[in-house]
Structures are given as structure tokens and as C-alpha cells.
């Protein structure tokens, strides 16, 4: 055997390859909503199938490759969700990721043209998919939200906004950050500004958070609409990414426009390292701007920085936050 027949696969090679079908098979149990079928009982797979809407044959082999990928569990012929599982599978539980996974199955159809959006640097050309339509944008703010109520303590543990009154989330989705903020700082009101079917979702979820008359609900369009004034804090959570810097750097300016002297402008994004290589999760999520919008991708904090300065900003700064957040603040003051 020559030294070339010898070599083997590289781990990160064959993991690549391995990865892709254990999360498709996590996103057609979601979708097909098995593992809130289950709920906290046993059932077997032709009952499964029945709630489902699905052949039992083909419910039973998705339902055994759910066991061994440990999604599930089997107890005989019954199968059951696993004590961790339902506690983020499960409708309803705090830690529910059930729609962020609707959502990854929504990116996954855009990502299948990954190949197209690399030889033409433009966003997926595919036909209308899951990640489409109101139910697709539905899936994409709810999955906000999920994530959020995972980092938006860590979040408002760590930003100070002692003495501060109103707080401007520019495109603040589902509102969540807002409403963990306004419960961490009792002097402050929020105002949510977002596109009109986001600024439903956030209605809903402000109201179950009991915060609504501490909200003021905006709809509109960042890059036509001004910011107000009379601006603390303008926040932007998980916006820069999906834009080019020149869009981004034009936000910067409205945010200085509406804010006080003295008030400051949070940016909170996944940073990629100056080497633009790493973390893995930025880099990817380079990509997943490219499919899905064409423009915009992971910025480092040494880019984001200079925009503020350029911007008018003072005392740029950069702070992590820990996890299970891991995303970081870059934050300036108007003087
Ligand atoms: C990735 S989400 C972030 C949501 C929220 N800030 C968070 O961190 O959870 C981006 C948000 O920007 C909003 N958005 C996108 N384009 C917008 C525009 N032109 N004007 C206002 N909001 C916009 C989206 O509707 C969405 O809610």
C-alpha cells in the first residue's frame, strides 16, 4: 500500500459529513411536530404516525434514528422524549428552541444553493420555501425570542444602564432584550422599533411579560425612519450582521441624531476575530448572510469600532459577555 492510500479522512472532514443528517433528522422530527405529540407520555410509532399525518413505516424508522441520535428515547416499542429533551422541545418551557428550529430548517433550504450564492455573491435564487411567506418570518422572530430568553439575562446582567430612562431597540424583533432590560432596570421605558409584523409578535410577547405600559411599540424602517430623540440608549441586537458597513455606519448616524448627550449606542453581535477565520460560528454565520441576504456578514470588533469613532462616537469599548451568551458589546457615547 502506497504512503497516498494510507492516509486517512481528517476528523473535521468526516465529521462535516456526518453532521448535515443528524440535523435534518432533528428538523423533520420538529416539523412534523413529534416531540410535542409525545409531550410527557409514551406512545408508540403507529400512534405517532396517526397524530403526526405520517406512513408508520417511514414514522418508524425517523422515531429509531431519532433514539440513536438521542433525541429520543425507547422503552420497549414506545418511545419518549428524554428528560433534557423536553425541557427544550416541549412548547411552552422557558428553555423552548422549537421554533429557532423551524427556523434552521427554513435556512437549510437556502443553504442547499450555497454553491449558487458563492459564484454569484448574491442571496439564494430559490423557489418559495419554508423560509418564506408569514410563517416563515413568524418562525424567524419566534426563534429570535428563543434565543434570547437564553442570553438576555446574561445580557442585562452585564450592560449598565444605571440612571438611563429610555431605551430605543432598533430593529428589536420579538423585544425580548427590552423587556429583560426594563425588568433589570426599573427607572427605564423601552421603545421597540421594527418592521410592522414584527412589531405584532412583540405586542404579544410584552404582554405576557406583563411590560407593556413600559413599552412604546414603533413601527417602521431603519433605513428611512428617524430614531426620535431624546435617546439614552439606542440598542442594536443582532443587526449589523445583516447589513453592508455602509448601511450599518448610516444607523450610527441616525442613532446619534436621537440620542442625548452623554447617551450611549450598544451594538450586540457574534464578533469574527480579526483573522476572519474564526470563531467557527461567525464564520459560518458569514455564510448564512450570504444565502440569505447577499450582503452583510460577521464584523470584528476592531471593524465595528471604527465605525463608531468615525461615526462621532467617544470612548469605544468592547465587553464579552459570558456564556451562554458568548456574543460581545461594542459600545460608544455621544459626548
Ligand atoms: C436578527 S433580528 C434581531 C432581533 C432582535 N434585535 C434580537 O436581537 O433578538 C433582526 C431584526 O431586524 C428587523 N429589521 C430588518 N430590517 C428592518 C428594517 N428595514 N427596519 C426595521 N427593522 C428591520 C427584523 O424584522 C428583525 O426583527
Known amino acids: ?25 432533528l428538523m423533520t422530527a420538529n416539523r412534523l411536530n413529534v416531540f410535542n405529540v409525545l409531550g410527557e407520555d409514551q406512545l408508540n410509532a403507529a400512534a405517532i404516525a396517526a397524530r403526526c399525518g405520517c406512513h408508520p413505516r417511514s414514522m418508524k424508522l425517523l422515531l429509531n434514528a431519532c433514539v440513536a441520535l438521542g433525541f429520543l428515547e ?71 425570542h428563543n434565543r434570547a430568553m437564553r442570553h438576555a439575562e446574561v445580557l442585562a446582567d452585564h450592560l449598565d444602564l444605571t440612571g438611563r430612562r429610555q431605551l430605543f431597540d432598533a430593529g428589536g424583533g420579538p423585544g425580548t432584550y427590552s423587556i429583560f432590560l426594563l425588568k433589570k432596570h426599573p427607572q427605564l421605558g ?35 425612519d428617524d430614531f426620535g430623540e431624546g435617546n439614552d440608549v439606542v440598542l ?21 441624531d436621537s440620542l442625548v448627550g452623554g447617551g450611549l449606542v450598544v451594538v450586540h453581535e457574534g464578533l469574527v476575530n480579526d483573522d476572519k477565520a474564526s ?8 455564510l448564512n448572510m450570504l444565502v440569505n441576504v447577499g450582503e452583510g456578514r460577521s464584523y470584528s470588533a476592531r471593524e465595528i469600532m471604527s465605525w ?22 461594542v459600545l460608544g457615547t455621544r459626548p
Open 1 to 25: 500500500m502506497t504512503a497516498q492510500q494510507r492516509t486517512s479522512v481528517p476528523d473535521p472532514i468526516t465529521r462535516a459529513l456526518l453532521g448535515w443528517q443528524p440535523a435534518r433528522v
Open 74 to 144: 425507547k422503552r420497549g416499542k414506545q418511545f419518549a422524549n428524554t428528560p433534557s429533551g423536553r425541557e427544550v422541545l416541549l412548547r411552552g418551557k422557558p428553555a423552548y428552541i422549537g421554533d429557532g428550529i423551524n427556523h434552521a430548517d427554513a435556512l437549510w433550504f437556502r443553504w442547499a444553493f450555497l454553491t449558487d450564492s458563492v459564484r454569484s455573491n448574491r442571496s439564494a435564487r430559490t423557489p418559495p420555501g419554508p423560509v418564506d411567506g408569514a410563517t416563515g418570518y413568524r418562525d424567524f422572530i419566534l426563534a429570535m
Open 190 to 224: 423601552a421603545i421597540i422599533f421594527d418592521l410592522p409584523p414584527a412589531i405584532e409578535i412583540a405586542r404579544q410577547i410584552v404582554h405576557r411579560f406583563g411590560m407593556t405600559d413600559r413599552v412604546t411599540f414603533r413601527p417602521g424602517n431603519f433605513h428611512e
Open 236 to 256: 442594536f441586537s443582532a443587526i449589523f450582521h445583516s447589513l453592508s458597513p455602509q448601511r450599518a455606519r448610516a444607523l450610527l448616524s441616525r442613532a446619534w
Open 279 to 286: 470563531p467557527v460560528s461567525a464564520v459560518l454565520f458569514s
Open 308 to 329: 463608531l469613532t468615525d461615526a462621532g462616537f467617544v470612548s469605544p469599548r468592547l465587553q464579552h459577555l459570558p456564556p451562554p451568551a458568548g456574543t460581545s458589546l
